[in-house]
């Protein structure tokens, strides 16, 4: 229904105004990686003949999710660790994709019921695409900005039990002093 640049641009200020009023900024960095391939790659099944809005939707949820578990791995350096959820959240990714999927196309459907037509398309041209990427750019590099002046830190994963890590467990009811 919305041209591609104006698509680009919804999913930038989504991911700006989200990231900044609810998830914090270092957050926005997954959500641009998860929205950038999954509106490239809905964009790109779109263009194909017969595909039904309900697979696009579908694989734009599994693209979603694949976006933020590679930018966590390469955040992260825990390519392996990362994969461990990767399996439950492309059920999850074509679960949503499918019920947006189905919603998307009740609009769709109602709307062409109802006579209604897009507008004229006003971000046509170079203009609309540069403020996309522009503040796609600004949102990544101010995520980027706040992750890296966070000082490192080392997080150790073991397999061995909890008794013999000296680690002490305490009842969630009672003070721990």
């Known amino acids: 229904m919305l041209d591609v640049p104006t698509s680009y641009i919804l999913m930038a200020l989504k991911v700006l105004l989200s990231g900044l009023m609810f998830g914090g900024v270092s957050t926005m960095i997954y959500a641009f990686a998860g929205g950038l391939l999954s509106l490239t790659g809905m964009v790109l099944l779109k263009e194909i003949p017969g595909i039904h809005p309900v697979a696009v939707s579908m694989a734009g949820g599994l693209l979603h999710n694949a976006g ?4 966590a ?4 350096h825990t390519p392996r660790q990362m994969l461990g959820y990767l399996g439950i959240l492309m059920l999850v990714g074509l679960a949503c994709g499918a019920l947006t999927g189905i919603a998307a196309s009740a609009v769709m459907r109602h709307l062409r019921a109802v006579g209604w037509h897009a507008p004229k398309s006003a971000s046509s041209g170079l203009v609309p695409v540069a403020l996309a990427v522009l503040l796609i750019a600004i949102g990544l590099f101010t995520a980027w900005r706040n992750v890296s002046s966070v000082s490192g830190a080392t997080v150790t994963i073991s397999t061995e039990p909890l008794e013999s890590q000296n680690i002490t467990i305490t009842d969630g009811n009672k003070p721990p002093f």
């Open 68 to 71: 933020q578990v590679l930018m």
């Open 73 to 76: 791995m390469l955040i992260l």
